[in-house]
């Protein structure tokens, strides 16, 4: 690569950096909002039960959040003790668990990813709609070809 690519690239890692900043941020004020007690390590959490829509078994949780077990475990344990989901016995396998959000954790969950996505339509309200697909489709092209990669095994 030759000096202006490495120059493209590193202002791309450092508007990564910027935009990986800003979600940290917003992911804490929309944990908070959720309940004031909800660590932002468990939003990604809850935010899945709620997009998921019905219970999900904690194997599910840990590969599509790419966890560790004992992490999940404890985030689903903060959770329930807020009241914001439960547990259920899995009918299918008497040894695992499937975790689901409560009405009033819906309720929360709902209202606050209601909230995020009126924030992203006023944001994006002066961009020319061909902008947002262009970049809605290179974003999911990142995401592929990162999809490819192989972490270093834990």
């Known amino acids: ?56 078994p904690v194997s599910a949780l840990v590969a599509r959040l790419g966890l560790e077990k004992s992490t999940v475990s404890r985030q689903i344990d903060s959770i329930v003790r807020l009241g914001l989901a439960e547990r259920h016995p899995d009918p299918h396998d008497a040894r695992a668990r499937l975790v689901s959000l409560t009405p009033e954790g819906r309720a929360r969950v709902d209202s606050v990813s209601a909230e995020a996505v009126a924030d992203w339509r006023a944001r994006l309200s002066e961009w020319d709609p061909e902008d947002i697909r262009t970049l809605t489709r290179l974003l999911n092209r990142l995401i592929d070809d990162d999809a490819e990669f192989e972490p270093d095994p834990a």
């Open 1 to 56: 690569m030759g000096d202006a690519t490495d120059d493209l690239i590193t202002d791309l890692e450092a508007g990564f950096a910027d935009l990986m900043r800003q979600g940290r941020i917003r992911l804490r004020r929309r944990a908070r909002a959720v309940d004031p007690h909800l660590d932002p390590s468990s939003y990604p959490l809850i935010a899945l039960l709620a997009y998921e829509d019905g219970p999900m």
